[in-house]
Every structure is written in C-alpha cells, then in structure tokens.
C-alpha cells in the first residue's frame, strides 16, 4: 500500500508554517538542544511544531528517532512522510535510505522510489539557478550512486555560493578529491572554500578555516577566525577561546594568539559546561584547578552567570542538515 502523497504538487515550495509564540519557542529551544546533541530532550520540544504543521520540525523528530535507534523506525518514518507531504527533500532521502518503499511499501505516488520524487522536486529549481535545490543535487546523485554527477552539482552549488556546499567542498579537497603537488597546496585549495563560506558567516566554515590556517601556520589569522567562531557559538571556537586563556601552554603557545587570563578562561569554560555538559571543557577544567584559588574559581563563576552563560546565539555543534 502506497503512502498517500499529494506528489502532483512537487514544483511548490515547502509551506512556510506561522508557529504561535509558544510553540515557536519550543521549537527554537528543541533546535538548539538538537544542536548540542541532547536529541531525546528535544523531542517533546518539537512535537508540537510538527503536530501545528511545521515541516522542519517534523524532519528533525524523524532524524531523532532514526540516530536514537540506528535506523529507520515506525517513529522515524511516520515523520518523514509527513515531512515528504510538504516537499521536504532530505525527508524523502532519508525515506530511502531507510528502504520505506522497497521493505515497507510507504511509496511515493508516481515515482519509483523517494530520491527519484525527491530529484523531481529539486531538478528544475537547480537547473533554474537556487543554489540550495544544485545541493539538494549533490545529496540525490550520491542515492543513485552516481558521484561524478553528485560531485559537478557539489561545485555547481559552491560556486553559486552556497555555504554548506563551499565547505563540504573544502573538506572533500582535504580527504583526496583532486590533485595538489604538495599537501600546503591542498590545504591552500580546501582554505579558499572555506574563506568563501566563512565570510559569509557560516559558522562551521569559520570553524574549519582556522584549522586549515593554523596547519599552514597562519597561527594570527587562524585564531581571528576562531574568535569568530566561538562569537557564532560553535563549541570547538568557545572551547578554544576558554582553554587559551586558562592555559595557553597546554593548548598551544601559537595556536593561542593572546595574552593569559585565567579569570575568564575558566569562566568560559564554566558556562560551557553548565549549558552543554560537554565532557571535554569539564575534563580542561580538572586539570587545570590548581591555576586558581577557590575564591578566584567562585569570582570567575559568577562573571561566568554575568557574560558567558546563555550568550547569542546559542552554542550548537551545527550538525548538517543531512548528515552522514
């Protein structure tokens, strides 16, 4: 029995759902927990987005229940078809994936299998010129298993300035694609994508540039753009920017572009630990008690209540939309 789809409005945009106050602060607050990888607590979070039509949250309640579980479960499927029903093209990927169709009969309307609806949905809007739908692209050719073809969408999108495409282009540079003479010419290659990306501040982009700079040993610029980073909330830049200024030494002396405080190094990596639990800022902390004393730990605690906790945005691991 085939899912019901209403596929013969595939050329429409996904519905911009008007979330009331409440439920639309759920969602951001369910999102950001997503962010951090503290998916099971976003799940009631996101719930009532998804039950009020929204299909983003619906997307993500699936990718929760899919990572939760290593496949794609009843709860994970019943969210990506509601997802599909709005045109939702990474729904419709991972309903493939997961083989809905083939092993559990949920098939789109008209169409063979999901990246076939999802490739009639992205097709004409990429070849129209939406940088977003030349991604979508990368992600459809990788289900049909046809990579030089994902791989020219990969860089039609990048060179059309998509972020996230600019940056999985640099990071594919970095894992082989291409030829370089020497490894600083493929560090220099990856380097321009990610410049292009991060300036236009995509944070996981600002984040991956100041690793390329700092393995060219480019320590001045690469720590601007991990400043840069940590301001856009990503965890590796604010876990840098505490770790520098509690303990340079241990970090890196060239890496750490500043001079000491351990003061805020510790309020810092405080705030990280009370918003997030991250298991590595609380493991720097131990090991660096003894640089304070336990009034300066309490004065640092509390400019960490003053500055640092619940700073904008939102510290997140910015998890891809479609990821791995």
Known sequence: ??????????????????LE???????????????????AESIPLLEPA????????MYYLGEIHRLRHMGLTQAAMGWYLQAAEQNDIYAMLRLFQGGACIAGEHCPDGYEDWHHAALAIAQPQAEAGDPDAMLAMFHIYRMFDES????????????????????????????????Y?????????????????AE????????????VLADLDEHESAWQWLMHASEGGHINGRLGEGWCNLNPHEWGDERCQLAQDVMKGWAVLYAIVQETGNQSAKSILDWNSDELSAEQRKQAEALAEAEWIGREPPLSNFPPRFGY
């Open 21 to 39: 106050p409440e439920i639309q602060a759920a969602k951001d607050e369910g999102m950001r927990l997503y962010g951090l990888g503290i998916a």
């Open 50 to 57: 998804a039950e009020a039509g929204d299909a983003d949250a």
């Open 148 to 179: 030089r073809r994902a791989g020219d969408w990969l860089e039609r999108a990048a060179e059309a300035g998509q972020p996230e495409a600019q940056t999985l282009l640099g990071n594919q540079i970095l894992e082989g694609r291409g030829w």
């Open 181 to 197: 003479l020497t490894n600083s010419r493929r560090l220099s290659a990856a380097e321009e994508w990610f410049r292009k990306a």
């Open 1 to 18: 029995m085939k899912a019901s789809l209403l596929i013969a409005v595939l050329s429409l945009p996904i519905t911009a759902w008007a």
């Open 200 to 211: 236009q501040g995509y944070v996981p982009a600002m984040n991956r540039l100041s690793e």
